[in-house]
């Protein structure tokens, strides 16, 4: 059966675009807006204060761990809440090591940094079934693949661009699961907890091909019709049928971007019984039919 998590990550093809280690001491703040890519960091030793806009403030420490998927305004500071006083301008002391607070000042925080990209052309759609922010506690793999991560970007070894693509969706894979095991908002992590779901997700990834319809997948998960129906969209955040077209049509747009086949063939995969039933179940939710949403992605 498919693992629909591991689907979920290798679709997004996360690469690595920044890592860096950053020391802190004294009273510091960075603030980010609207960060352009995904954000995560790992606390080494000591502490700071996380703050996503819109959430409370969160405590790390040593052994802390978070991912922020989404694009989010955010500020990283000191652990007691910073004054008007504070250092706001980060110093790269050498490459790939940057320092933020006074330069004299023993350091209260060290930290691994990065930043990603999803290379998918469903990034949206997939980023919104996982959670908003991610924050791990105590998990020791996470450190280490980070600073792998780290040791590798600063390397000049061949194969370099794959081993990180390999690194960090075994990085995204760990955190996600450790956070599915904690609990976790609705979404993806959420279902895929519930075995009853989990067994209508796992049907829905390893056969999209299929004629899917509520009744199927409730049966496949051993509940009613309608009590599945309520299950799911509380779980998940979406209708079983929605999930099922969202994730069709992100393997649809993997397909065109890569060429991987004609139109007819993805079609067929995908569950659809004609090319033209594609096309207008394909321009409906993307906005565009698939020739030209190819083309496009060809050309970016």
Not at 62 to 87: C, H, K, Q, Y
Not at 148 to 170: F, N, S, W
Request: glycine letters at 10%; proline letters at 7%; one cysteine or more.
């Amino acid at each position: 059966m498919s693992d629909p998590l591991a689907d979920i990550v290798s679709l997004l093809k996360p690469a690595p675009s920044i890592s860096k280690l950053v020391t802190a001491g004294g009273q510091w703040i960075v603030e980010r807006t609207e960060m352009g890519s995904p954000f995560y960091c790992a606390v080494v030793e000591g502490g700071c204060l996380l703050t996503v806009s819109g959430r409370a403030p969160i405590g790390l420490e040593a052994g802390d761990f978070v991912l922020v998927p989404e694009i989010f305004s955010f500020t990283v500071s000191s652990p007691v809440s910073p004054g008007r006083g504070a250092i706001r301008q980060p110093l790269e002391v050498s490459p790939g090591v940057i320092r933020l607070g006074e330069a004299d000042a023993p350091s209260d925080v060290v930290m691994l940094v990065g930043h990603c990209d999803f290379a998918t052309p469903d990034r949206n759609l997939l980023v919104a079934l996982l959670p908003e922010v991610v924050h791990v506690r105590g998990e020791g793999r996470l450190i280490a693949l980070m600073k792998l991560i780290h040791d590798e970007t600063r390397a000049g070894r061949v194969a370099r661009e794959m081993v990180l693509g390999h690194l960090l969706e075994v990085l995204l894979i760990e955190a996600l699961r450790s956070t599915a095991e904690t609990g976790a908002a609705p979404g993806l992590l959420r279902g895929l907890a519930d075995p009853r779901l989990g067994a209508a997700l796992r049907r829905i990834h390893a056969h999209p091909d299929r004629p899917h319809s509520v009744a199927a997948l409730a049966k496949a998960a051993a509940m009613s019709r309608s009590t599945f129906y309520e299950h799911f969209r509380r779980e998940i955040g979406t209708a079983p049928m929605e999930y099922v077209t969202t994730w069709r049509m992100a393997l649809a747009k993997d397909m065109l971007v890569r060429r991987e086949a004609p139109i007819a063939d993805i079609a067929r995969r995908i569950g659809y019984g004609s090319a033209s039933a594609f096309s207008v179940a394909f321009a409906r939710h993307v906005g565009l039919p698939p020739g030209a949403f190819a083309a496009n992605g060809r050309q970016g």
